[in-house]
Nanobody, 121 residues
Framework: QVQLVESGGGLVQAGGSLRLSCAAS?????MGWFRQAPGKEREFVAA????????YYADSVKGRFTISRDNAKNTVYLQMTSLKPEDTGVYYC?????????????????WGQGTQVTVSS
């Protein structure tokens, strides 16, 4: 069983930045991030392939968020800048045995436990 452990959430003012981390146990996987705001469904945020050569973003975060990875540490990052109050939510790490595309399609295998991000106006 793969374990995904997120860290880096917190409270930040609008316009600020945060970096989330997700460390995976075992081997290297395609990985990604989702978020869930109160009263809303969980939504895709970003994904990255095995090598880091391909990245994918939701339209709502393009140009503001950057996903990256360090395979030596088996860790994926989400650098979030120009944060808005609507970015508030629980951010979940995701991993899949096969592809980043499966993550984008909500077909992946593993979830992390989530980390809270709150952006104040």
């Amino acid at each position: 069983q793969v374990q995904l452990v997120e860290s880096g959430g917190g409270l930040v003012q609008a316009g600020g930045s945060l970096r989330l981390s997700c460390a995976a146990s075992g081997r290297t996987y395609p990985m990604g991030w989702f978020r869930q705001a109160p009263g809303k469904e969980r939504e895709f945020v970003a994904a990255i392939n095995w090598s880091g050569s391909s990245t994918y973003y939701a339209d709502s975060v393009k140009g503001r968020f950057t996903i990256s990875r360090d395979n030596a540490k088996n860790t994926v990052y989400l650098q979030m800048t120009s944060l808005k109050p609507e970015d508030t939510g629980v951010y979940y790490c995701a991993a899949d045995r096969y592809s980043a595309t499966r993550i984008m399609n909500y077909e992946h295998d593993y979830w992390g436990q989530g980390t809270q991000v709150t952006v104040s106006s």
